[in-house]
Nanobody, 120 residues
């Protein structure tokens, strides 16, 4: 079974940094594109960043210049480096795996359980 396990969330002051990790298992990592999504209380799910197997990336306008998505195929791990964090970045962050690199959640088949990021 495909499993995605996120970690690295926490509480940080505005302007700070966090790095989220997502370890994938149960499949060949390069089979799927990977993405990061977030959802704040009372708001819909938002695509944050996505990456293809070849390293091509896509970032939401709201995080361009602040967030970086990357992957280590040898470790089956997806990362999200988040710098210059803002209170509006507060949300539950999820990683996902799917057939198409996109910032639309409907394009993804598998989801992790999420890791909370709180910026004050």
């Amino acid at each position: 079974d495909v499993q995605l396990v996120e970690s690295g969330g926490g509480s940080v002051q505005a302007g700070g940094s966090l790095t989220l990790s997502c370890v994938a298992s149960g499949y060949t990592y390069s089979t799927y594109c990977m993405g990061w999504f977030r959802q704040a209380p009372g708001r819909g799910r938002e695509g944050v960043a996505a990456i293809e197997s070849d390293g091509t990336t896509s970032l939401a306008d709201s995080v361009k210049g602040r967030f970086t998505i990357s992957q280590d195929k040898a470790k089956n791990t997806l990362y999200l480096q988040m710098n210059s964090l803002k209170p509006e970045d507060t949300a539950m962050y999820y990683c996902a795996a799917g057939d198409t690199m996109a910032l639309l959640g409907t394009k993804y088949n598998y989801w992790g359980q999420g890791t909370q990021v709180t910026v004050s």
